[in-house]
């Protein structure tokens, strides 16, 4: 039992760990919250369904093209939705980004309709015996492809030119641009990164938990829940906090079957009841650590 | 011409009422009606939104709470419309006040965060507790609205109701918001510290807004329930808050025509768009994401500044009375101040006699402003007295410190641009709205400035300088602190601004100026002090610091680094 | 017979001579939001009647969505009868939205047609509904009642959606293994945003369950069976109308189908009779998808609206009059009104077998009005 809902709870958490880093990621280069971050999952995950049906190859094959049109369609939402509100307080983007979302929703609803859809797996269905325990293929290649794409983030920021700049854009905007650095290409750019991240997490989850039009917002509180444990603004943070979440959301409603002393009979492991307490230990965490849990990475100034 | 914008665009939805009375079947005025509700839900919105400038999430909450207490009293209990308000109103009050208690000081995001997920409990409860609230089902067969026992009609009967209570909800926000809790959550957005330092409480500002704002909304689902006639926990649902939202958006968030054009145009504009079919929710997506970027403050905002006149109103009359200020005395012993591991105030201990102006001096990071933000509380010492006037301030909130008669200005001026240069130094002054601005005209006239009615945004540098100083004396202090007052100004005005102060002093006022610029400050000030990292290295008369080697080397030091 | 049709079109042609029957049938049920897939079900199937109405009737039709809100419902209905002529409505599947409808309903004496299966909405006295898909006491009976025939139920788990569909679902399940001395040895009530079916699966396993019985919306539907399928479960499933999607089944492979039932109003893709059969392609044709039960049932709603229009009904109270006293045969089954509007009284169970995914309906069950 244990291994299979290890393996649950990491194939989870690396997926949402990816909607979180972008959104992170844009929340640091602009200081705004994206709140179309949930949506671009759903659109990835139904760009992916639409390329499997014109190329009936799997999923992993699928994934490069995939980026490439989030990132094409991330820079489009930083010129509709971010660019022409740039000098405005925060919240004028964090309304935007709904209008996106809303906008994102219906267009899904009216170009791939309203049912649940599949995309195909990453390599292949099936399991991995290992010496008696029953390992999907698809949970594993979710969990490396996911590692995967957060390894080569790292690499991105911490080891090229590219990942500098950006990391000085996000630090202040103003002395970036003062030292030459291309201020709005790096914040599309970073549109183009963190949207790209959120359609991989779309073709990820899209096979075993299928895609439908409206689990957009679903997505997007998960990955605003993950920033605030793991610390606003904080990479690491945001990879810890996604795992938080679905470490909490696949083992409490299992507690009874772990510790059968606990007895199923009662309603307090019910899926809503472990919203609610998930929720209020985000209240909590909020109210007593306003920074985190790994404290803030973006410094307001008093 | 500005002043009538509104009332133009509030005419026109009258007008707009009116022919849907007149001409309009019951699909018209239903669809207005469910636009009044919301114009009063946005309305209460505007108080946490719009005046008290925080991203709340948990108007629709409000609602929805105020929904199913209604739908409750009148299936359980068969409690009509108006007898079950008081309810209606009072629990999502309620509600309000329990929760602001632990998320109402977060900032931004978190807060919208936190209200975010308030919403999401309340609906979980919602769908939950089936026995009281019907579960995911809801209720149905919730009577209609009713009047003192006297039923009131679909049609233009609900219209009517609906709209005379926005119009109530309109007539309280104007009573409430005009003049100083106006100027004063102005200033509180623009810059909260300078609020507090004016004495100016901001957390009970915006928690008696966001009460506010949970009362509207209550009332408003009050009437919602009772006009839909069932209810379900959709009505807690996110997209019931972003339609509010979008409405004090699109509307503008500080302007009542604005919660009202903004119901109108959002809640009628899906049902001009059906021709669309299918694509018609996709349109309004796109329409709204155009209106927030292309005008971002709203239209009723965007047609006052197409209108905006060049004509101010005229000034109101400067009070008779000429103010004198009787200074106290200030003493600070030993004060300490670390920020992580930086020393910033190290034992600190100075006094100021009553009309005296102290100098304080000392390099860039020598800890001039900490120990201003320390006797007005922004940053409280966290050891060490600051007595002021015989009592101890050094626990005490900003707002209280400043209400015992501490003032104090910015390094950068921190005044709301787009108020009046009256307004923004009334709304420190005492009394009611109308003596605090006579004072603050008196107040200007002293401190030279000319044009009273002009908004800061648009006045000069030095201008604003002297406005900010204005507003610090409008609060009746006994010590003024001053931040470097002349930086930015050119000799003609120092020279002005030395003969201002001197006068203040003459008149009993006590000072602490911190300036760079010594040939400014020695003819000022009666004692200087300077200070280096974090320690008082020099005092005595102006000559006798100026000639001290001890503040020559601090200087030099920060200048030639590198010297031996 | 030809002859007649080409004569009648003839009449139709020519209005100065004979004027065909005209018939203003609005269609507002919920096309986005969470109830889009049944709702766009329920919009296909009334689109297919209102497009080939019986010959002598020409139909009027606009669709309107009516989202998830009461307020949109209401809204589209007092839009659709504001003009007058109503001669009956198609109405939403969700059932809240029925009850904020059911009083504008009353107030201008058109007849609405749903498939809600919501118990409350024929409770109210209303004479202005009429239910065509089977309600949820009927349906619920024929799972529970199949499950106990087939399976010797004991021990069921029951697990169901936060939703009205998934309550009032429940609600009657609960009720129909009492009466017959059974307690569900675990229950589970899932939001439908919850992805993970393990836990609610090892937990009924837990508790000696020795059936599930289910109450999920299609895609939910699907992710249990998948999750049943890779943990290897092994007990018997009777699943609510969720799986009689078809995008359901679509989600799913044949393996992970097999030996899983399901109650449905109707099963038009198993195409039982040559009328079905034709229903289905006509769907497949117009449509590009499979019907379910929802799609059958709107249509044959809506072709007993058109049908009395043929037979002289000409004003809404004629109509009402109608669906509220007639007999009419349709492809799905016999509808007659138990006179509270309830116009469904016959429930299927489908089951899969494992080689495809088109199932076999394995059981009809009647439950004739009292």
Known sequence: ?302 | MRQAVPWVLLACVLAYDGYAVATGSNYTLRVLSVAGIYAIAALGYQFIFGHAGALALSQGTFVGVGAYASAIAAVRWGLPFDAALPLSIGLPVLLAALIAIPVLRLQTHYFALATLIIGQIVQLAATDWIGLTGGANGIGGIPGLSLLGAPIRNGWPTLALVWSTAALGALIVWAVMRGRRGAASAIMRANPVAARAVGIDTARLRFVAFLLSAAFAGAAGSLYVHVIRVISPEVLSFPVMVTILTIAVIGSRLRIAGAIVGAVLVIEMPEWFRFMRDDYLLAYGVILLLVVVTIPEGVVAAAERLFRAGTAPAPPRAADRTFVFPGAALEIHDVRRRFGGVTALDGVSLSVRPGEVLGLIGPNGSGKTTLVNAITGIFPAQSGTIRFAGTDVSRLLPHRIARHGIARTFQTVALVDDMTALDNVALAAPGTWRTARGGAMVLLERMGVDEPMRRCGELPYGMRRRVEIARALASRPRLLLLDEPAAGLNETEQADLTRRLRELARSGLSMIVIEHNIPFLAPLADRMICLDDGRTIAQGRPAEVQADPRVIEAYLGQLAPAAP | MIRRAAILALLAAAPTVVRAAEANIPVLVPITGFLATEGTSQRNGALLALRNPPAGVTAKYDVTDTGTSPEVAVNALERAVSDGNVTAVVASMLGTQMLAMLPVALENRVPLTTMSGTAEITQKGNPYVFRFFPADSVVKGAQVRYAIDTHHIQKPAVIYQTTAYGQSGHAEIDKVLAANGIKPVYEDALDVSVKDMQPALAKAKEAGADSLLLQLHGGPTALLLKAAAAMNLRLPIVAGSGLSQASTVALLESAELKGVCGETGSSPISAETPGMAKFLDDYRAAFKSDPDGFAVGQYDATMMVLTAVKDGAMTAADVTKALATTRYPGLAMTYKSDGKGNMAHSAVIICFDGTSRTPNVVKHYEFPAE
């Open chain 1, 1 to 302: 039992m244990l291994l299979p809902l290890a393996l649950n709870v990491l194939a989870l958490g690396a997926s949402y760990a990816l909607v979180a880093l972008g959104f992170v990621l844009i929340l640091n280069a602009t200081g705004a919250v994206n709140f179309a971050q949930g949506d671009l999952v759903m659109i990835g995950g139904f760009v992916t369904v639409v390329l499997a049906s014109y190329l009936p190859v799997p999923a992993i094959v699928l994934l490069p093209i995939l980026l490439a049109a989030m990132a094409a369609l991330g820079v489009l939402i930083a010129l509709a939705a971010y660019f022409p509100l740039r000098n405005r307080p925060p919240e004028a983007v964090f309304i935007s980004t709904i209008a996106v979302g809303i906008i994102l929703q219906n267009a899904a609803t009216v170009l791939f309709g309203p049912e649940p859809k599949a995309a195909p797996p990453l390599l292949g269905v099936g399991e991995f015996d290992f010496g008696g325990m029953f390992v999907s293929r698809q949970s594993l290649a979710v969990i490396a492809v996911a590692t995967l794409l957060i390894g080569s983030l790292y690499t991105l920021f911490a080891h090229t030119q590219f990942g500098r700049r950006l990391r000085a854009v996000a630090q202040d905007r103003e002395v970036a641009a003062a030292i030459g650095i291309p201020v709005d290409a790096m914040i599309a750019g970073t549109f183009a990164v963190g949207t790209a991240l959120a359609g991989a997490a779309g073709l990820l989850l899209a096979n075993t938990f299928f895609v439908t039009p409206t689990e957009g917002a679903n997505y997007i509180l998960k990955a605003y829940i993950a920033i605030v444990i793991g610390g606003w603004g904080s990479i690491p943070g945001a990879v810890a906090g996604a795992l938080l979440i679905a470490l909490f959301e696949v083992l409490y409603p299992s507690m009874p079957v772990l510790l059968p002393a606990v007895g199923t009979g009662s309603g307090l492991f019910s899926q809503n009841t472990s919203t609610i307490v998930l929720d209020v230990v985000i209240l909590l965490t909020l109210v007593v650590r306003p920074q985190g849990l790994f404290g803030e990475a973006i410094r307001q100034r008093p």
